[in-house]
């Protein structure tokens, strides 16, 4: 894992960078248009394991008394409250079941954006969140960091609902995208796994993977 400051105007993009090789491997065959439907699903799966254990890599332990069969012990177990993974539909849910394979008791917030073709502007659909979210470390997940019009759109969302420790995860992310989210919500970190050239005229992440929620459910 490396954090990675880039200059991009006056303001520095600021993200983790998660370079395993396996992740690295994984996206490689993921970005390949060759790559079937199935098989993209299946490496986002295995990428969110993998990316998930970064994400949470310095969450906070305190000890708990158990007793192994030969003898009692202080045990490190996780503090605090269960933490909140929330999706931002569609394409989050690929990172979201990998994640919950990992951290199966986490509670789960769903975000419906879509990106509007013409604006680029994020439309919301649908919204359900646990209450508490104030009490908890929320971890926003959705591949793709472009504009940053719907990962902003998702944290402004969650944090008029309570939320105020946030971290945002994703696969792949334009410095555009970064530079843009830092400044709408610098106090929530961006773990990424590659970052990408550029944005084209379209909004689209260059070199990129394409359409994240279209590759993943073969709509297009
Ligand atoms: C994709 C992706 C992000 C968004 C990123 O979703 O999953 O949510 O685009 O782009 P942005 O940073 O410019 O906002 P999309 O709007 O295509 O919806 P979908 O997941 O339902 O296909
Ligand atoms: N959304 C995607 O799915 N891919 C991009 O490249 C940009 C936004």
Redesign the pocket.
Same mark, same amino acid.
């Given at each position: 894992m490396s954090e990675e400051k880039k200059a991009a105007g006056a303001t520095p993009a600021k993200a983790t960078l998660v370079d395993h090789p396996l992740v690295q491997h994984k996206l490689t065959i993921m970005r390949n248009k060759e790559t079937s439907t199935a098989s993209f699903r299946r490496l986002l799966r295995e990428i969110s394991l993998l990316l998930c254990y970064e994400v949470t890599r310095d969450l906070e332990l305190t000890t708990t008394r158990i007793e192994t069969p030969l003898v009692p012990m202080e045990a490190p177990t996780l503090e605090g409250k269960k933490l909140v993974f929330a999706s931002?539909?569609?394409? #989050?849910n690929g990172l979201l079941e990998g994640m919950l394979d990992l951290v199966p008791a986490a509670r789960v917030a769903h975000i419906g954006?879509?990106?509007d073709h013409d604006t680029?502007e994020?439309v919301e659909y649908y919204f359900k969140a646990p209450q508490d979210l104030g009490d908890r470390l929320v971890i926003v997940v %959705?591949?793709?960091? =472009?504009? =940053?019009?719907? =990962?902003i759109a998702a944290v402004d969302r969650l944090k008029r609902r309570g939320a105020t420790n946030l971290r945002f995860l994703c696969l792949l992310a334009a410095p555009e @995208?970064i530079k843009r989210f830092n400044a709408a919500h610098p106090d929530v970190p961006i773990f990424t796994a590659a970052i990408d050239s550029h944005l084209n005229d379209k @909004?689209y992440i260059v070199p990129g993977l394409g %359409?994240? #929620?279209?590759r993943m459910y073969g709509t297009k």
């Open positions: 931002v539909l569609r394409a #989050g954006l879509y990106r680029l994020a %959705d591949p793709m960091l =472009a504009t =940053a019009n719907s =990962a @995208g @909004g %359409d994240a #929620g279209d």
